[in-house]
């Protein structure tokens, strides 16, 4: 995908307790103290301060607020109040891959649009589906610029959770 991406770091305070996050966003891991490493299947962005997270097939809703240097964390409607004590800092990474190349639904539900085709160019953040679910219309956005590889599903039909919608090439 290219080289020159910058592998992240903060730290927090939670509970009196430190905590260093390292994560490579196009590598979909985060690594939290040096021990424990997670790996990130899918991240759908449904507002600015909401995502929806596979992390390792489980699923989680994160709701983020932050004032200042104070983060008030939601996840699955639990909160969670942490303090960043330390600058970010930023280290190039090369070999960078995208977290996925495929526009899945975070959850089940009907697929009412269908913005694309096989074989168009598309960039990175850019609407290829509609599904409706729960009554909400979520846009699914493409996670890389390139193109459409296949479409695996028709406008009227359910989706699964997770299942690829449309398939992407990463822009060469």
Do not use: C, H
Not at 89 to 99: A, C, H
């Amino acid at each position: 995908m290219g080289v020159g991406g910058k592998m992240k770091e903060e730290v927090f305070s939670y509970k009196g307790k430190k905590y260093k996050v390292k994560w490579e966003e196009r590598k979909g891991e985060v690594i939290i103290n040096e021990k424990k490493k997670y790996k990130i299947k899918q991240i759908t962005k449904l507002t600015d301060n909401i995502l929806v997270v596979n992390v390792e097939d489980k699923v989680y809703t994160l709701y983020l607020e932050i004032v200042g240097e104070e983060y008030f964390l939601f996840v699955n409607g639990v909160s969670y109040f942490l303090e960043k004590i330390e600058k970010t800092t930023y280290t190039k990474t090369s070999s960078l891959k995208p977290i996925s190349t495929s526009v899945t639904s975070p959850m089940p539900g009907l697929l009412v649009k269908l913005l694309v085709k096989e074989g168009m160019r598309i960039t990175s953040g850019e609407v290829v589906a509609i599904v409706e679910a729960m009554k909400m219309e979520n846009e699914l956005r493409s996670p890389i610029t390139g193109v459409v590889k296949s479409v695996n599903a028709k406008e009227g039909e359910q989706v699964q959770a997770f299942t690829p919608i449309v398939e992407l090439e990463p822009k060469k």
